[in-house]
């Protein structure tokens, strides 16, 4: 499960531990100038996933949830903070050989640009095959078979190029390409949106099943609460570089604590229910935090002092809840201690 940073469980697979994340960008509106500016991608970001877990980053555009993932991943380094893989720094682990590459594989949000446009999709599907030496080169061509067969894609795929598919065949491909290491991580952003219901169905059971039973652990970027709900146990929901709730997916959509949880939720479709209330306003510039909470300037229940200083992701609900939210007036009902306003997080 998710966690915030404190508490004795036992050693987590993944460990974030106030991670900030800051990329240099140029000023805005400086067409003339080379000055840059720091952006924060992540700040203050507490995370731990267990061995097992399945776990939907959930987030507007922009709110720091694949540079999260770059960060698990070890492709990028947070700029202060730590990022740990079994206890020990995760670029440190991704740098000393395949094994952490095997293990934990990665689904790209633009699954055909992750995709050589010049390989067949056998060739794709065997280069890890090959890369992690999975299995002896006279078998390749059964593997590449049976991995596609896998995502529901036809054998005769194998000898196509990443242009000849659709957008939902490529995902798929992307999805089996990730599952030929056989890794017992699979980090994926955005792996299934923007296909049909049934490819999305297909996939989405293909990968509860793999987790169940492979104890595949999962982290998933979605912006589909239904896809969190059905897929993922936990939850961590982001909003401009924080995750200011975590939790059990099902207690948090159903009984958020954080605001911007309830609104994300107001505003997911449902059967038969007009959307009633959309999330207000816009998500505003990393470059131009407001001062405070970062969500007090859409927040329907923001007080005065919201603006002096930014909640702390904090437990509440006691340790079997499992729950986490960064608000000073959160709105479940038995929050433990009201937040200090002297905690900067
Ligand atoms: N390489 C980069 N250089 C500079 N800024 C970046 C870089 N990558 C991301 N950003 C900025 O960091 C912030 C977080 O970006 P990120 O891609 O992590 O968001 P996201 O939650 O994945 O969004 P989306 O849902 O649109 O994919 C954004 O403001 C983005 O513009
Ligand atoms: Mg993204």
Redesign the pocket.
Known sequence: MTRPAEGHDPQPLFELIEVEKV?M?RRPGSVFSTAKVG?P?LDGVRLKIRKGASVAIV??????????LRVLLGLTRPTEGRALYQGRPIDEVRAEGREFARQVAMVY?DARGSLNPRMTIGALIAEPLRHFAICPETDLPARVKALLARVGLPAEVADRYPSALSGGQVRRVAIARALASEPTVLVA??AVSGLDVSTQAQLLNLLRRLQREMALTLVF?T?DLGVASYLCEDIAI?YL?RIVETGPTNAVLNAPAHPYARALRRAAPEFFAPITEPLPGEIP??LDLPPGCRFSGRCDRVQPDCHLSDPALLRFGGPAANRAAACFYPLTESPTAPQKRDIHA
């Not at 987030?59 to 999260?68: A, F, P």
């Open positions: 990329y960008v952006l991608a987030g507007e555009s922009g709110s720091g949830k694949s540079t999260l949000q952003d955005e970027i912006h982001m570089g510039s990393p």
